[in-house]
């Protein structure tokens, strides 16, 4: 079993800046997709961002093209979400997830792994 631990949320104004992490228990990491979803209350769960075994290859939901840099560092068993131009829309509970297929798209179903969340809460 992979365990996933989400850190870095916090209060933020709008225009402002958030990193978030994500720490992954054993080596595997390196062998898996991984991606970033979030959910606010009364909506669905949705994609973010998402990004590939090697770190070559990424992918970023229209609403935060621009703004949101997904990477990782697998010698830390770690990736990171940076969160640039924050909007109030923005407020959500981020999520990471990992996927043992070497999937990291949109779809939820091909995740195998997901963290507990972080709070992101943006004010106008």
């Known amino acids: 079993q992979v365990q996933l631990v989400e850190s870095g949320g916090g209060l933020v104004q709008a225009g402002g800046s958030l990193r978030l992490s994500c720490a992954a228990s054993?080596?595997?990491?390196?062998?898996?997709?991984m991606g970033w979803f979030r959910q606010a209350p009364g909506k669905e769960r949705e994609f973010v961002a998402g990004i590939s075994v090697s770190g070559g290859n990424t992918g970023y939901a229209d609403s935060v093209k621009g703004r949101f840099t997904i990477s990782r560092d697998n010698a830390k068993n770690t990736v990171y979400l940076q969160m640039n131009s924050l909007k109030p829309e923005d407020t959500a509970v981020y999520y990471c997830?990992?996927?043992?297929?070497?999937?990291?798209?949109?779809?939820?179903?091909?995740?195998?792994?997901w963290g507990q969340g972080t709070q992101v809460t943006v004010s106008s």
């Open positions: 997830a990992a996927s043992r297929s070497s999937y990291y798209g949109t779809s939820q179903r091909p995740y195998d792994y």
């Open positions: 054993g080596r595997t990491v390196s062998f898996y997709g």
